[in-house]
């Protein structure tokens, strides 16, 4: 295949000409794809045509004031000493300002709120206090999933807070609590998305009156990135009432955005500048004792001890340093398994905690099917000895990431001692949208016998210009990356871009990208290269104004993929009726179109069974109905039913089900179930693949935490089952009990087991 050289086609504009009996015989530009036809078709003068284009670039960023930039709170210093206790009698609540007056998201976003939220907050010289009262206006009991840390928003009585220090509408934290004391905390990025994944050490505490519940914490100034000096942020409270089915904000907010959204923040007004802390470093040591088997080799039973730990130092208030040497991830929840039907390499989230913290840095560079870094290549099949990581802002519009880990080495794996370095920097620009640029490098740095030699690398620079407007209603991005490996060189590099426009009634989607057949992202997550893609999505919502109805909408999506050639290699267009009701459930139906053409041989049951033939075409239909149950009651359920074609013109029928019930609010139970019935031609003939997922979450305290995951996958033929005992003796300060084992079903035969007891211990100096 080849590609064009060093230009990005537009297929669409490839079919015009086609039509028109011209022939392509140089790679043409962008210039001639978008701006010499529209200029031409349209009959406009150059003159007029940039007057539009800066028309649209003015009334882009018209205004220099935020959105919401009028609703101030004024935070003052405590008169007194606070007790976390959930309680309002301290003198310092009393002399507090009061925010209230909430505005209703959903189910409509034209009222105030129908439940009345009030809050406070104050500070001293060490922390932020926060207390919110959440009245009730309908009778019975609160609905939690339990008291298990991050629960699920939608599934939760729960208060939020999204704090933005710099107020630059981008990235912040934020910190919570459901109705029974669950907390909640994360980081947050890209204007409104957050990272529950993120932990640091705070207090709360929840105390539940007939009428009312009421969530006070303090969040010490040492947990949080803020920048000396600077006495107006970002602020916004959210409220989410599931018996009266109904999510308010302290501001206004379209109800198609999340109360998240950064760009639609309040004011908090310091009357004098935030406390900063004298000192702060923090150590977390860690040890470690548990012993393994592996049955499957007959190996003898191996005892482990391991000592290491992490350290944060705080360069500047908003400047962080993470240090870890010989790290350990034994507590780690394990991956969601699936029934794999993929052509291409599945994704999997990152869960370490070392690479968390402003990880959007690293982690969204790019698109999810395009990303040049991707943390979980690093100490994949080896150990991580050590690494660094400088994160954090440099002032309101500068973001830096800086990161270097080396690994050890494994014969067994064959894979020799590597480092990895790699640095991103983000500029803001026009209000809320910004520049990034990535370096990502992988250097072997020993020679094992049978292992990668000490001359290998590979590198990957690249670009971004990320786009958001003031309101979030346009947003975009345009990506560039070019990678180095020894030996390669032309088609190594990348292009896409994409363009959004999300209203109340409309979205309308754009994607491109071109994925050249040599670039190699050894430290990043690209699945599939050799290619150019364009995916359009088109979506138009009506409000009934009565009715069980609250929304209902057509939504068009395709996912075009065509060779370097361009000669289309496969695609798949959905057509969907989306129907949300009042309680918060909703339904879908689709009807799906899926046309492929392999570019090497496979095995579409993905167990070994036989090879469909490179070049060969298939072209099948599918119909899908999918059902989520109204998030109010302790009994929830989500079902969905597929039945169409497949590969080599079989017949695929599917079934999947996620079933919960909760015993509010120490138990949650929920079962993930999926079987897919696949008829085919021999080789491959009748299939059947199994995937059955319990987990129970048993909350004794918001401190003391037991969960059992058990997944079988007919499929691989495994049963795991992963335990955690966890206790959470000190904030951020952690005592686990881990055991693990993999089984074959059927004869039961066990391969391997684990079981680990690890201690953590956060002491700030």
Known sequence: MEKPSGKLYDTRHLLLLKKCSFKIREPISLYTLILMPLKRYCRLSAKTFLLIILCCITSFYASAQKKNAGYKYHIRRAASAINIDGVMNEQAWMQADSAGDFFMVLPM???????????????DDKNLYIIAINYNSVPGPYMVESLKRDFSFVKNDNFLIFMDPFDARTDGFSFGANAAGGQWDGSMYEGGKVDLSWDNRWYSAVKNYPDKWVWEASIPFKSIRYKKGIKEWGINFSRNDLKTAEKSSWTPIPRQFPTASLAYTGTLVWDEAPPTASSNVSIIPYALTGLSKDYQHNTKTEYKHEIGGDAKISVTPALNLDLTVNPDFSQVDVDQQVINLNRYELFFPEKRQFFLENGDLFANFGYSDIRPFFSRRIGLNVPID?????????????????????????????????????ITLQRRILDRSNIAFLFVNKDATANIPGTTGSTAYNRNIGAEFNLASRSNIWTGKVLALKSFTPGVSGHDYVVSDHFQYLSKYWTLYMQEEYVGKNYNAEVGYVPRVGYVKLSPLLLRNFFPKQGNILSHGIQLTSNYFFDESFHRTDNESILSYLITFRNRATLSVSGINDYVRLLRPYDPTNIGKGLLPTGSEHNWNTIDVQFVSKPQNVFTYLLEASHGGYYDKGVRNSVTSLIGYRFQPYVNIAINTSFNDLRLPQPFGHNTFWLVGPKIDVTFTNSLYFTTYIQYNEQVDNININTRLQWRYKPASDLFIVYGDNTTPSPYTVKNRQLTLKWTYWCNL
């Open 109 to 123: 976003d034209t009222s105030k709120a129908t439940v009345k939220t009030e809050v406070r907050m104050t500070y």
């Open 386 to 422: 050590f690494g660094a990581r400088l994160t954090g802002k440099l002032d309101k519009d500068w973001r830096i990431g800086a990161m270097d880990i080396q690994t050890g080495g494994s014969g067994s794996a064959q894979q020799a001692p590597e480092n990895y370095g790699i």
